[in-house]
C-alpha cells in the first residue's frame, strides 16, 4: 500500500506491447487518438515504443510535443547488447524519456 511519501506512476505500454502481436499494425491517426485519450484521462507517461523503431517514435513524440499534451512520452531502452548508448542517443533526440 502506497504511503503519503510514495509516488505511483501508471504507464501505459499499449503502443510498445500491443503493436508485437505478429501482423498487427496500428494507423499513426489511432495511435495519436489513443495517446490524446490518456493523456485527458490522466495517464502521466506512456511507453511509445523502443528508440529503434525511431520514425514512429518521433513522429508520435512531436504529435505529443505539438498538442501540448501532458503526458509523458517514454521509451523502452534494453541495456543488454551492443547497441544500447546509441538507442538512448536516438530516444534523447526523439525527445523521450528512457
Request: charged share 25%; aromatic share 4%.
Amino acid at each position: 500500500m502506497a504511503t503519503a511519501t510514495q509516488q505511483i506512476i501508471l504507464r501505459d505500454t499499449t503502443l510498445r506491447e500491443g503493436v508485437q502481436i505478429p501482423g498487427s499494425r496500428v494507423a499513426d491517426a489511432d495511435k495519436q487518438r489513443f495517446v490524446a485519450l490518456l493523456d485527458e484521462l490522466g495517464v502521466p507517461e506512456i511507453e511509445i515504443g523502443l528508440p529503434d523503431g525511431v520514425t514512429a517514435c518521433a513522429d508520435l513524440s512531436r504529435f505529443v510535443h505539438e498538442r501540448g499534451l501532458r503526458i509523458k512520452p517514454t521509451g523502452l531502452v534494453p541495456c543488454y547488447g551492443t547497441r544500447w548508448r546509441q538507442q538512448v542517443d536516438l530516444a534523447a533526440d526523439c525527445g523521450l524519456t528512457c
